[in-house]
T-cell receptor, first 112, second 116 residues
């Protein structure tokens, strides 16, 4: 089954404790992206990647890092999480920019 | 600066009637538009799209209309069913060379409730 898998689905942690949210897709897609969804703000892009070792900032990259060492994986790294990063995060992938993206089921992060 | 606007946070419609969800955009470089549907505890799923060279695209009960001069698009669902109850996001993309051509800009979403 074609899917985008995120882990963990839920995480409660404390300010400053480094965390990584993993994202993996089994569709051999070149393009992957991270979004955050906040009430009243919709979906905002954090980072995206067009291929292995090619990443670029989206609209709200501050406080986040990404890496793309393998085609299937695109982890999101919060080096020093802060409460304003409490949000619902989605990873997405697509084979081509003109094609619709496939989204994971989301990761709800709470930073205390 | 919000480039994609969905001004109605919520919409309630009777089952069997038409649902019309609206979306406005400000960036004249946008040339490809998509609608996504999102159920609670799930990721958004693609619903329908339209290129700027068209003014209408239809897929079953779903039709998207694009008015480029007004920078406005709308999603029509006919007839509406209770299973259509979800949050609908409008998204837009600008086609140009370079890494940025992958960026999608989303609206805030409209929560549709279809009442049986």
């Amino acid at each position: 089954e074609a899917q985008v898998t995120q882990n963990p689905r839920y995480l409660i942690t404390v300010t400053g404790k480094k965390l990584t949210v993993t994202c993996s897709q089994n569709m051999n897609h070149e393009y992957m992206s991270w979004y955050r969804q906040d009430p009243g703000l919709g979906l905002r892009q954090i980072y995206y990647s067009m291929n292995v070792e090619v990443t670029d900032k989206g609209d709200v990259p501050e406080g986040y890092k990404v890496s793309r060492k393998e085609k299937r994986n695109f982890p999101l790294i919060l080096e020093s999480p802060s409460p304003n990063q409490t949000s619902l995060y989605f990873c997405a992938s697509t084979s081509d920019p003109i094609q619709p993206q496939h989204f994971g089921d989301g990761t709800r992060l709470s930073i205390l | 600066d919000q480039q994609v606007k969905q001004n109605s946070p919520s919409l309630s419609v009777q089952e069997g009637r038409i649902s019309i969800l609206n979306c406005d955009y400000t960036n004249s470089m946008f040339d490809y538009f998509l609608w996504y549907k999102k159920y609670p505890a799930e990721g958004p799923t693609f619903l329908i799209s339209i290129s700027s060279i068209k003014d209408k695209n239809e897929d079953g009960r779903f039709t998207v209309f694009l008015n480029k001069s007004a920078k406005h698009l709308s999603l029509h669902i006919v007839p509406s069913q209770p299973g259509d109850s979800a949050v609908y996001f409008c998204a837009a993309r600008a086609t140009y060379s370079g890494a940025g051509s992958y960026q999608l800009t989303f609206g805030k979403g409209t929560k549709l409730s279809v009442i049986p």
